[in-house]
């Protein structure tokens, strides 16, 4: 049953019409052998398909796949592990997309405070650890006995010495509270604006400016951990080059497909449930309409409730 929602929710839904359309756009799996010059979803498990791969044809993979937690996802639900059972489960993810990458590829995998040790021990045995992303979540209830969970982290990872990164391309704009001057009175490493005085920065590896997808959005969706779109493009932005081919294995409602999409990248997106995979078709028909991503104008990454 259709869950009742305000006329001002914007929370893209799938209509019978819409499974019916979309259905017969999503790739066949025994189309993946050639999956080099594809772009598109399929709907299938990930693992098991892994070995129909070409090798050495992505450029970044996005790994975003279940945390380490009780959680249920569409009608599949997973429990959480030992650490050691999920490094273990995790160490085979990795490992059965490993030989899809391109010697340059990067790879970002995302994970809670939990899962941030697996991820660690894993990727640290198959490729060089870089960095880790630490991005604030404020979303979710308060814990009475804990402090709340309120962070996520993206590890970045390459496969090699020679990867691409383009910091130009994710910069962040910055207020600037406390302007200095030269002495003929003229800004200092910042500029003036009608809206207030600002500074572009290179990114860094803590971002504060991600708002989790909510019901006013137009790219909300019912999937329970929806990575924004915003997100997803600074990832994208810097990793990779326009034409690239971006994996993303376990790619939910899609938006590492989407925002590929509208960043002239190539996508090949793995999704197990079959609405979230027609979710994301449905997405990816909207961003012909609506090509932008919000939070990023003029080449610039904006503060969060900017507006822009």
């Known amino acids: 049953m259709e869950k009742s929602r305000s006329p001002r929710n914007k929370t893209l839904q799938l209509t019978p019409e819409d499974r019916q359309r979309l259905s017969s756009q999503l790739i066949s799996p025994t189309a993946l052998q050639a999956a080099d010059g594809l ?4 709907c299938g498990d990930s693992l098991q398909l892994a070995g129909d791969f070409p090798l050495g044809f992505v450029d970044l993979l996005i790994l975003d796949p279940p945390y380490n937690l009780n959680r249920k996802f569409g009608s599949r639900s997973y429990r959480k592990q030992p650490i050691e059972a999920y490094s273990e489960w995790l160490d085979q993810v990795l490992g059965a997309f490993l ?77 600037v509270i406390a302007p200095y001057r030269n002495r003929q009175g003229q800004p200092k490493d910042w500029q003036e604006s009608n809206t207030g005085n600002f500074r572009d920065t290179h990114a860094s590896n803590l971002w504060t400016d991600i708002s989790i ?13 929806q990575k924004s779109e915003k997100l997803i493009a600074k990832l994208i932005l810097a990793s990779s080059k326009k034409g690239d081919l971006v994996l993303d294995p376990f790619s939910g409602s ?40 919000q939070g990023y104008f003029e080449r610039v990454f904006w503060p969060r409730n900017s507006g822009k």
């Not at 991005?135 to 709340?148: I, S, Y």
């Not at 997808?213 to 951990?225: C, I, K, L, Q």
Request: a positive charge.
């Open 254 to 293: 899609g938006s590492s497909c989407v925002v590929a999409k509208k960043l002239n990248r190539r996508f090949l997106g793995i999704e197990l449930d079959q609405d979230f995979a027609l979710l994301t078709l449905k997405r990816l028909e909207m961003a012909e309409e609506r090509p932008g991503i």
């Open 39 to 42: 772009s598109g979803v399929v």
């Open 213 to 225: 997808p909510f019901w006013s959005m137009p790219e909300n969706t019912d999937h329970p951990t």
């Open 99 to 175: 030989p899809a990458l391109k010697p340059n590829a990067s790879v970002y995998i995302c994970g809670d405070w939990l899962t941030s040790v697996s991820i660690f021990e894993v990727a640290n045995r198959h490729l060089i650890v870089r960095n880790r992303i630490t991005w604030e979540r404020e979303k979710g209830r308060g814990a009475k006995r804990n402090w709340k969970n309120n962070a996520e982290d993206i590890w970045f990872c390459t496969v090699g010495s020679e990867y691409t990164f383009n910091p130009d391309d994710v910069r962040h704009r910055r207020p």
